[in-house]
């Protein structure tokens, strides 16, 4: 597993923007799908964006257009920007992992097994 630590959250007004980051241990970050969940009071976790070894970027319908997730590799660190924020994105949100099938291609959310604790992102309205 990989050890993943988050920051970047916080109290935004609707229409602004946030950047989350998240740090990787480990030298073999390049090799792994990263991704972003979150997760809202009352609901299930959900996935959010992921981002290959090749920079392969995937999104849920929901901040399509609006999110956008990157990776430094010589930072160990994957990014996740959002925009136009809405009070329905205030969640917990957490990095993760695919680290059991390094260099793979393809983005399966049940995949995910290293976690971060989780930063908060609140939007008001």
């Known amino acids: 597993q990989v050890q993943l630590i988050e920051s970047g959250g916080g109290l935004v007004q609707a229409g602004g923007s946030l950047r989350l980051s998240c740090a990787a241990s480990g030298r073999t970050f390049s090799r792994y799908t990263m991704g972003w969940f979150r997760q809202a009071p009352g609901k299930e976790r959900e996935f959010v964006a992921a981002?290959?070894?090749?920079?392969?970027?995937y999104y849920a319908d929901s901040v399509k257009g609006r999110f956008t997730i990157s990776r430094d590799n010589a930072k160990n660190t994957h990014y996740l920007q959002m925009y136009s924020l809405k009070p329905e994105d205030t969640a917990v949100y957490y990095c993760?992992?695919?680290?059991?099938?390094?260099?793979?291609?393809?983005?399966?959310?049940?995949?995910?097994?290293?976690w971060g604790q989780g930063t908060q992102v609140t939007v008001s309205s």
């Open positions: 981002i290959t070894w090749g920079a392969g970027t």
């Open positions: 993760a992992a695919d680290s059991r099938r390094p260099w793979s291609t393809e983005v399966n959310s049940d995949e995910f097994d290293s």
